[in-house]
T-cell receptor
């Protein structure tokens, strides 16, 4: 496919469990972003990867959140010891440098 | 602190009834202002980028304009398929390439 692909599309887990969310960006895009969209809130920036540079982690809400980008392509967002307030839609976007960000359809995460 | 405020929160229009959505922003230095459309259960879909005051962009029934303090998304003769949430975001020169989003305007166009 030509767009940003995210998996799973939905994830339900119990409080305290760890979760991994995956993002496959558009081929050739060097920049990759993670955002979170909570009910009634705007999209909130989490982390940004650009090429081989150190990621911008300034938006991560706590040390329970981490992300990796392997080989400059696929990225995984990991949330450890999930809490109910982590319930949200997690959106991934990618872009070429200086170009608009294109979003995937997100992973809807529900913490029971 | 950078801020993006969109109004109204929700808007209901009759088909063919033109209107405008507002995005007010404060940012230390503007790299770009972006408009996205989001349908339920989907990710945001890119519409426009505006870079400097006075700039305008058009696509079908949509026209985006920019001043130093706000942007407008004008919708001319809307159709039911224009129903969606419209998101405004700013990219500041001092915050890398992350987007700072407003909470959006939910638009419903009825036949």
């Amino acid at each position: 496919g030509a767009g940003v692909s995210q998996s799973p599309s939905n994830k339900v887990t119990e409080k305290g469990k760890d979760v991994e969310l995956r993002c496959d960006p558009i081929s050739g895009h060097t920049a990759l972003y993670w955002y979170r969209q909570s009910l009634g809130q705007g999209l909130e920036f989490l982390i940004y990867f650009q090429g081989n540079s150190a990621p911008d982690k300034s938006g991560l809400p706590s040390d329970r959140f981490s992300a990796e980008r392997t080989g400059g392509s696929v990225s995984t967002l990991t949330i450890q010891r999930t809490q109910q307030e982590d319930s949200a839609v997690y959106l991934c976007a990618s872009s070429s440098k200086g170009q608009p960000q294109h979003f995937g359809d997100g992973t809807r995460l529900s913490i029971l | 602190e950078d801020q993006v405020t969109q109004s109204p929160e929700a808007l209901r229009l009759q088909e063919g009834e033109s209107s405008s959505l507002n995005c007010s922003y404060t940012v230390s230095g503007l790299r770009g202002l972006f408009w996205y459309r989001q349908d339920p259960g989907k990710g945001p879909e890119f519409l426009f980028t505006l870079y400097s005051a006075g700039e305008e962009k058009e696509k079908e029934r949509l026209k985006a304009t920019l001043t130093k303090k706000e942007s407008f998304l004008h919708i001319t003769a809307p159709k039911p398929e224009d129903s969606a949430t419209y998101l405004c975001a700013v990219q500041a020169t001092n915050s890398g390439y992350a987007l700072n989003f407003g909470k959006g305007t939910s638009l419903l166009v009825t036949p």
